[in-house]
DNA sequence: TCGGAATGGAAGTTTGCAGTTCCAATATAG
DNA sequence: CTATATTGGAACTGCAAACTTCCATTCCGA
């Protein structure tokens, strides 16, 4: 896309700074961009060059947050095997992308106004794991009276959640997958309900 | 609490001024004082007289927003009937309080920093929901393999996350309840899935 | 009706951060 | 080794929003 080749030393601070930013905003919106120059250990005017205006550096940082998060679900192969195990390689892998994730989803303003611009078309036209719903669904593994945007949003919301608990200590790391999938699964339910009797 | 007896117009007008604070800031958290004080019909240098500094009418704001939605809660009487009967009363009740909801939620920072200063001992020790979660694992109908913590804030983001849906548009307000209690009672799978066999 | 309480318009001051400029120091490639 | 690219320290401007002050007006209870 450049004209010109890019050197790896403008490279390399290039991801430094995107990285930090996703690093520190996902704690603090707020955080101002000496902060973040700081935690990319890069100085104030070298992060201005880059980045001339902060918009742009949100940008950028939702850019790559976004990607992170498509390639691990692009690694787990959505759209092989059987529904219940492809969901399970996605938790997991989306378990490994918590940063990124919380990053987006934190924020509801950025998932409004900047993911959209950052993705003219591969939000929600195509999106691999709406795909895979829609097929386990159409298997009879899912629940086809909820629709596939619903469960989307739940295996986001309930995998945020997850990843807030490990923040806050409430949840080991180790657990998350497993938590999820098996609250994603069955509800908070215990297994073999009386199907309501109350 | 005071000391002076409080005037009606003093607390109509500080009244205003918070459901604003909260109504505004679930929209936009950087939304200025200005902005609340046109919300709330009020005269820029009214505000400031009631909440000298913006801190303090964030705090106010979250006190309150906590305030209706423990309110609604206890209406919800978790303590009585069917664990599954009570925690659809809950959700229901939670449906109707959903901006205070999103308030209070849509912010780490002020799940992290302003709500345990503002109340000092109700939000973990002794919260009625942790009850109900407990009463129902103990009864066999929620799944004593998941903490009562877990399935809390699953609770809390599952109804987040319809209530975000209501708000684009993307889910009917009329369905929040149904759709909110299905996912938690079944999570996303087919009813009576053949217990795995992938 | 009268007087204190409450309100709000207007025009301040202060603060903090984004964005800019300049120049010297250092790293990298040819 | 030298020239160019890259970096960053420091001091600047500009701006927007929080917070302040003053005073005229309106509201409300005794």
Known sequence: MSSKQVSSARSRTERAIVTAAVRVWVRDRTA??????EAAEVGRTTLHRYFPERDGLLRAATEHALEVVGGAIAEAEPDRGHPLEAIRRVVAALASTS????????????????????????????DPVIDLIRRGQAEGVFDDQL??????????????????Q??????????????????????????ATPERQP
């Open 99 to 126: 940063e990124a994730i919380m990053f987006v989803f934190g924020d509801q303003s950025l998932a409004r106004d900047v993911v959209p611009a950052a993705e003219p078309d591969l939000p929600t036209p195509h």
């Open 166 to 191: 490990v923040e806050q200590g409430t949840l080991a790391k180790f657990d998350v997958a497993t938590t999820v999938i098996r609250t994603l699964e069955h509800g908070i339910t215990a297994r």
């Open 147 to 164: 629709s596939a945007e619903w469960i989307q949003q739940v295996l986001w919301g309930v995998s945020y959640t997850a990843f807030e």
């Open 32 to 37: 101002t961009l000496p902060q973040i120059a």
